[in-house]
């Protein structure tokens, strides 16, 4: 849009000299010619170069104004016509720039998506078991936002955009790895203590320190229960004489009254003296002891 012709406007007490009639009507027919419905990007790109132009015609009118009111009082039919034609070329520069913030917001929504779609690609390249875990911190929108603000131009927004997603891209490498490396320790697991890793979609995401200290832990105590239970196996029998004492007053139900049936353990460990021990289970055995369903109470003193 080429410069306008200078304003100019002489005044004492009656308009003595103006060519704001030809500067106005110079300016309504370039505001008429002006495209509101902007399309392709060299629409965009026109348009704002109007604005620019529009904003200094709006200048110039109001210091034209500025300058007829320092002139004269008795103007007031210029006036008028000075701001209606001020506020024309104001409402077209706002229809102008309404468009163009739209327009930015929706290349910038395009953007920030197609950096997402690339993150997702990324992830969808990486080994199934990688991809059933938590991706929030790869995907989280307000980090490409983050990136985005600021950005006024195409080429600076897509350079950030871009540089985000290498740097995910990156992040996600990595963890794929430790990933892999985590399941292969996994993997090497004795047969006999897998059973105790059933919740592998959480140990894969730990660091392969915490890894092998959570696997290092649960063998261990694994192993010392299986001790502890053999142990008290031995001890058991090895104080047959002291279960009669400790198991006075009601005989044991016959085994072989679940003949037929599947066999249960309820284990109750107390911390009591010896006396109230055999109270409590006397009373048990007189409680339950009738059942056919059981086949004995026993009481045992449990090793130090």
Do not use: C
């Amino acid at each position: 849009m080429r410069a306008m012709t200078d304003l100019t406007i002489r005044l004492k007490g009656e308009v003595q000299a103006s060519n704001f009639e030809e500067w106005k009507t110079e300016l309504i027919a370039r505001l008429r010619s002006v495209n509101t419905e902007l399309v392709r990007d060299e629409d965009f790109v026109r348009a704002g170069e109007q604005v620019k132009a529009l904003k200094n015609a709006e200048s110039t009118l109001k210091e034209a104004k500025q300058s007829a009111i320092a002139q004269a009082a008795d103007i007031q039919r210029l006036f008028g016509s000075i701001d209606a034609v001020a506020e024309e070329t104001r409402q077209v520069r706002l229809a102008l720039e309404r468009q163009i913030k739209t327009r930015k917001r929706e290349i910038k929504e395009q953007m920030v998506e197609g950096a997402i779609n690339e993150v997702h690609a990324a992830i969808a390249a990486q080994s199934l078991a990688f991809q059933t875990l938590d991706h929030g911190r790869f995907l989280d929108r307000r980090r490409f936002e983050a990136a985005a603000k600021g950005k006024s131009t195409g080429s600076t927004l897509a350079k950030a955009l871009e540089g985000l997603v290498r740097e995910i891209e990156r992040e996600i490498g990595e963890e794929g790895l430790r990933v892999a490396d985590n399941i292969a320790i996994l993997d090497g697991i004795a047969d006999e203590y897998r059973m105790l890793f059933q919740d592998r979609e959480q140990l894969i995401q730990l660091s392969k320190s915490d890894l092998r200290l959570t696997i290092d832990k649960r063998i261990t105590l694994f192993n010392e229960d299986a001790a502890a239970r053999t142990a008290s196996g031995a001890v058991s029998e090895s104080e047959g004489v002291e279960q009669s004492e400790l198991n006075p007053d009601v005989p044991e139900v016959a085994q072989s009254r679940a003949a037929v049936r599947d066999r249960y353990h309820i284990t109750l460990e107390i911390l009591a003296t010896r006396e109230q021990a055999i109270e409590l289970a006397r009373a048990i055995r007189e409680a339950y002891g009738s059942d056919e369903a059981v086949e004995s109470v026993r009481l045992s003193r449990v090793p130090e």
